[in-house]
């Protein structure tokens, strides 16, 4: 029915009573209706362990995939490339697709079952290509790799390798964009303990994946390198197994939430209706009139019931009843004429996340360096550890990921409840301030890196040996990697509980899959500035990132990163400002 005039509605949660029946005995497939109280943390092992092992899987097998194709397909540096920078991009952009599907057709629960057996089905065609010799070409030689003389792949065998490839991506579309809303689900946000597990889930989150990242980046590419590459697939494939198993295992103490149809068609009606009354007249305060405010169709998770804004004042026209739109039982007669209070504000919501979006986007330029220029560094560097030990120049980031794994926790349990006292905040600081203080730190990396290279740039030119290696230990980029891990924990994690908390509850998968979008456009935003920075300084004969980096000046590139951040530091801080936080439950 109508709102009344001039009415504004409080910020409160709606959910259904505990359910009788504790003995839940009816199909899965009925699980979309939510009937239960959260478990909180007593389901989060089970989706945690889902998503824990799926990535174990997943990164184990891509983790050196490159070498992969270089030597069991004969592959040349770039054919590798192409093909592991195409599997890239898709799965970046996949999430985007499932997250839709779960949100407006299948839900959560079962777009994860979907994408974990598509995964499990691509990781046992990978492994079999390991396996079974007729998958790949002949074995070849060392010597005969290095010189091209090797036996090429035919298209039976890329044809095999490009559908385990299809079905990995397939899985991540459901993976990625689901397991953290449906983890949230499981917290009840009307009770102060849930909140606070819901808080700390974030953390513990991305600790467990970094520790995967570690495991996969020694552990695992050790057994495909001096094992055995089926042993090294194999492995992941039996943990992709397990999580599957695991994730079942909890059923019967999840929480499911319904799908509500179509989000974009949900947006759209919103601007259509918006448009169409774009002649009638609302009074300056926006709120004054009769508004269609039926009450919210509740689930057991907290919903948060948004009274009308003045903010994009003129989407409230969406929302405004003219004559006889809405039906005696209280239902609008045509949604493209007229919308809910809570479907304007949800989709004011859509708008105000934006700009802190594409800020982030360029946010994570460092994150992008480090992952590429840092090696190039470490191989003109002493990569001698100790007296025995020599440090692969491709395992540098490692010093990243314990970072990581040693800080979040320290953060998590010692400094966020000392922050709460002092700032009176829950989490202590605002989620805005801590990716504020991620882009910080990655402004501070790029500065430290461009001094570090600086110095050993000029160790190398004028100590260096034949092979332009500098007499420095490569621990020399310690600093770096360490920042640009804090820089991590801050933005990534910030912008992960930011989309969870920020976007509508029915949009929430579509919300983290934004995480993964932003990964996908950092990277081609990167390869961008790097094109324009080759082209312009090549021009004089001196390309700032030559072959060679002891004749190129990666540190003025840092340098140049450093002030771009910069640049988007001062914007996000313009839009944080005037960012309008929904109301919390």
Not at 183 to 197: A, H, I, M, N
Not at 439 to 457: A, H, P, Q
Not at 516 to 522: E, K
Not at 548 to 558: E, G
């Amino acid at each position: 029915m109508a709102g009344k005039k001039g009415k504004k509605r409080s910020e409160t949660c709606n959910c259904f009573p505990l359910s009788d029946e504790e003995n839940v005995t009816s199909d899965l497939m009925d699980t979309t209706l939510n009937q239960r109280r959260p478990a909180g943390w007593r389901a989060i092992p089970f989706v945690l362990g889902n998503e824990t092992f799926e990535r174990l899987a997943s990164y184990g097998l891509m983790a050196n995939f490159m070498v992969y194709l270089q030597r069991e397909y004969h592959m040349n540096q770039v054919e590798a490339a192409t093909i592991l920078n195409g599997w890239s991009a898709a799965s970046n952009f996949a999430p985007v697709i499932g997250a839709y599907v779960s949100d407006a057709f299948m839900g959560k629960f079962w777009t994860i079952v979907l994408g974990s057996f598509s995964s499990l089905l691509g990781m046992m065609i990978m492994t079999l290509t390991a396996l079974l010799p007729p998958l790949r070409p002949p074995p070849c030689a060392d010597e005969d790799l290095q010189q091209g003389q090797c036996k090429p792949y035919n298209g039976a065998h890329l044809g095999v390798l490009m559908v385990s490839l299809r079905w990995l991506s397939i899985g991540t579309r459901g993976i990625k964009p689901c397991s953290i809303p449906f983890s949230v689900d499981q917290f009840d946000l009307t009770t102060e303990e849930g909140r606070k597990g819901n808080n700390s889930f974030y953390n513990l989150y991305y600790t467990t994946q970094t520790i995967v990242l570690l495991v996969t980046q020694t552990v695992v590419v050790y057994i495909q390198n001096d094992i055995s590459w089926a042993l090294g697939f194999g492995i992941p494939t039996l943990c992709m197994i397990f999580a599957i198993v695991l994730f079942f295992v909890g059923t019967r103490i999840y929480v499911y939430i319904k799908p509500k149809g179509s989000v974009v068609a949900g947006v759209a009606q919103v601007f259509v209706a918006a448009y169409k009354k774009r002649r009638f007249y609302i009074a300056v305060d926006g709120v004054d009139g009769q508004f269609y405010d039926p009450p919210l169709t509740t689930s057991l998770l907290c919903v948060r019931e948004l009274h009308l804004t003045t903010q994009y004042r003129f989407l409230n026209k969406a929302a405004l009843v003219i004559d006889d739109e809405v039906n005696p039982d209280g239902s609008c007669k045509n949604p493209w004429m007229l919308c809910t209070i809570q479907q304007v504000e949800d989709v004011k919501c859509l708008l105000n996340i934006i700009p802190i979006w594409v800020t982030s986007i360029l946010g994570f330029l460092a994150m992008n360096q480090q992952g590429t220029f840092t090696v190039s560094q470490a191989l003109k560097m002493d990569l001698q550890f100790g007296s025995t030990i020599k440090i692969p120049a491709g395992s540098v980031g490692v010093i990243t990921l314990i970072a990581i794994a040693v800080w979040l926790p320290f953060y998590d349990r010692v400094l966020v409840p000392a922050l709460e006292k002092i700032t009176k905040l829950e989490g202590g600081i605002t989620v805005l301030q801590r990716i504020g203080v991620g882009n910080l730190f990655s402004i501070l990396t790029m500065l430290v890196s461009g001094f570090i290279e600086t110095k050993r740039r000029n160790s190398a030119l004028s100590h260096g040996g034949p092979d332009g290696v500098a007499p420095m230990s490569v621990m020399w980029l310690t600093p770096q990697l360490i920042l640009i891990g804090f820089a991590e924990i801050f933005s990534i994690v910030g912008l992960i509980e930011f989309y969870n908390k920020q976007f509508p509850e029915h949009m929430r998968s579509i919300g983290n899959s934004l995480i993964y979008l932003t990964f996908s456009l950092a990277s081609y935003a990167s390869n961008w500035i790097i094109t324009i920075v080759n082209d312009v300084t090549g021009r004089s004969g001196s390309s700032w990132l030559s072959g060679d980096i002891n004749t190129s000046k990666l540190d003025k590139f840092y340098f140049l990163i450093a002030g771009i951040s910069l640049l988007d530091f001062v914007v996000f801080m313009f839009c944080a400002r005037r960012y309008h936080y929904r109301g919390q439950c």
